[in-house]
């Protein structure tokens, strides 16, 4: 019988937002009060994009304009990746891999979830890899 692992099983539900109209300071801010490096951008309570570290870097910083005027709407990637929860998470990794980016967006019922990784979710095939090889030398 073979084992699915789906996209809820080994997602990160830490999601936060901020809104379009955010600076890039205020994201920073946030990103570091909640220990995460990407936000949702939301724009009249609905997410239409998201903002990392590297689009403030890239967007912002390395083109010389002060992070307290470039607004999340600006320098946000757009549109989402998203994925269901019920997906297998080689789903989920084949998205990241064909459109290049890292890290893809967990939707029920119309709202965002949580979020996979390229990092967790290779930690976490590691790890029930790992554990299916010690059952296997258990049985």
């Not at 992070?67 to 994925?83: N, Q």
């Not at 789903?91 to 967990?106: D, F, S």
């Amino acid at each position: 019988m073979p084992i699915t692992v789906r996209v809820r099983d080994v997602m990160d539900t830490n999601v936060y937002t901020v809104d379009a109209s955010a600076t890039a300071m205020d994201i920073l801010k946030v990103m570091q009060e909640k220990g995460v490096w990407s936000v949702i951008v939301e724009e009249k309570g609905l997410p239409i994009g998201v903002i990392t570290e590297r689009d403030i870097l890239r967007r912002c910083i390395m083109k010389g304009f002060s992070p307290d005027k470039c607004k999340a709407k600006e320098i946000m990637s757009a549109p989402l990746v998203t994925i269901g929860p019920d997906e297998p998470i080689g789903e989920a990794m084949r998205l990241m891999v064909e459109k290049g980016i890292r890290r893809v967006y967990v939707v029920e019922g119309g709202k965002i979830i949580g979020r996979v990784t390229q990092t967790g979710s290779c930690t976490n095939l590691l790890n029930i890899v790992l554990a299916l090889h010690e059952v296997r030398y258990q049985l």
